[in-house]
């Protein structure tokens, strides 16, 4: 599948939040990045021999929203780059900006957009456990729809907001979709740059 098709696959795909960022929903990408695909997009970006093929394993091996990212930069070909350092694993999403710019050798541009983009293939996931998390700054709340206020309580505004089913394990704990009242940081641990999400 050529690579500008992926693009297309892989923009449609993305689910827009309440606060207008764009992510790929948890599961989805397993389905565009097939690993035909993957294998037609790796070696159709030039890349030959052992490199291609150790390329290829990589993503398979666990590497898909990184070359979802590179997909969607145009620039398959900085793969190799990744898997040269051990670097091609999406568990070690999210980069700093430092990191990239030596895994990428000094290629500041594509270090800055790589940093920008990895954002939307790696939003939160509420986990069932229900336990205290503290995302960065830049992770994206997949919440859905309209927010409705509810006031003051629990010591911030209250709120309303609707977790996009992708984004959350309580589907044992909750039959119809996710919406739920959220509240301070005490209530449920969720924190963007020192202030409370309400």
Known sequence: MPTTDLTKEISAAFVTTQSDHRYMPDGRLESILTD????????????????????????KAGGRKILMILIWLRRVELLRKFVGQGRAEDAQLPFEETQLGKILDGDVEAAQKFYDLQWSAIPALFAQDFTHRTYHQKTILPFLGKEESLGEGGFGQVSIVTLAGSQHQFHNLFQAPVRRVLGSVRLIGIVRAGLTLS
């Open 36 to 59: 035909t695909a993957v294998e037609s997009c790796v070696r159709a970006c030039g890349l030959e021999g052992p490199w291609a093929d150790d390329c290829i394993q990589a993503v």
